[in-house]
């Protein structure tokens, strides 16, 4: 299946990357979203990422300008209509994620493949909410997208072999290197990853270290090129949470509890670089401070 247009369904941090590298890579990309000051936020980052790339001799000024101009910025769901393919990148809330594919299902044309950048919960699931569970597939890219190189690529119970060849084919052509996985809460990368931040979320409510130390341990001890506490920060705190109970509940195990110290920073706001506080402080440019 060649795949030309592609429909990215939420403008947010992942969202925007999944549009900056499909773009970068020759691709019709419709970007939905209904807050449309989310849009405009999303577009303005692509285009200061595709900036940076080009001050670092990645991309030259032709390139930024061609990307840019691949880029529709759409208000609905109904402006998928003519994508091959749809990446749907929406907060981890699973009663979100049906409501979406349920509507694009009806929305996308008939052979198009419908994909969940979810980092956690069950890709069977979405697709039950679908009349083509067999082109529905997980494509779980990593942040920042236009960086990392991974996609983990998850086949639910019902998709169908070429659903997944093909989007292993087009994570090839998009740069990234594609590792398939089955469908289980967590996956790889978050089955591993999320206990390691809880449990140095842990490790700093019960006060046996500052943030700043307990990521200096993992950086410069354990060669991690972030520690958990920031990577936290970036990848979202209530993002951490959610994953955290999807997997405490998906699996039953209470390894998966969430730290009541992250959710109380959920609680009160503090979602990490997004916000300017998490487990560090950042200044408007999201450095830490």
């Known amino acids: 299946m060649n795949i030309e247009r592609v429909a990215v369904v939420g403008a947010g941090t992942m969202g925007n990357g999944i549009a900056h590298v499909c773009a970068l890579a020759g691709l019709q990309v419709v ?6 000051a989310a849009l405009d936020r999303g577009v303005a980052t692509i285009g200061r990422n595709l900036e940076r790339q080009r001050a670092r001799g990645r991309i030259d000024a032709g390139a930024v300008a061609g990307a840019l101009g691949r880029i529709e910025p759409a208000p609905g769901l109904e402006h998928v209509g003519q994508a091959g393919l749809v990446v749907e990148a929406v907060p981890e809330v699973a009663a979100l994620k049906y409501e979406i594919f349920a509507e694009l299902d009806r929305m996308a044309p008939p052979g198009a493949i419908l994909a969940s950048n979810t980092s956690s919960i069950s890709i069977t699931a ?3 909410r679908t009349s083509r569970p067999g082109r ?8 920042p997208v236009p960086v990392m190189k991974l996609v983990e690529v998850v086949r639910g119970l019902r998709t169908e072999d070429a ?8 994570a090839l052509a998009l740069g990234k290197t594609p590792v398939e996985v089955r469908d289980f809460p967590g996956f790889v990368s978050n089955r591993i990853l999320a206990p390691m931040i809880n449990e140095a979320v842990f490790a700093l409510m019960e006060g046996v270290a500052e943030a700043e130390a307990i990521d200096a341990v993992m950086t410069l001890g354990m060669k991690h090129p972030m520690g958990p506490l920031a990577l936290a920060d ?9 994953i955290l109970e999807v997997l405490h509940r998906e699996l039953g195990d209470d390894r998966y509890r969430p730290c009541p110290l992250l959710r109380q920073y959920v609680a009160a706001g503090w979602l990490g670089r997004k916000t300017g506080r998490g487990f560090h402080a950042y200044d408007r440019g999201r450095r830490p401070c």
């Open 31 to 36: 970007l939905v979203d209904t807050d449309a």
């Open 163 to 170: 659903t997944g060849e093909t989007v292993v084919e087009f």
């Open 126 to 128: 979405i697709a039950a």
């Open 136 to 143: 529905v597939v997980g494509m779980h890219f990593m942040n």
């Open 234 to 242: 970036l990848i979202g705190l209530d993002t951490c949470l959610n």
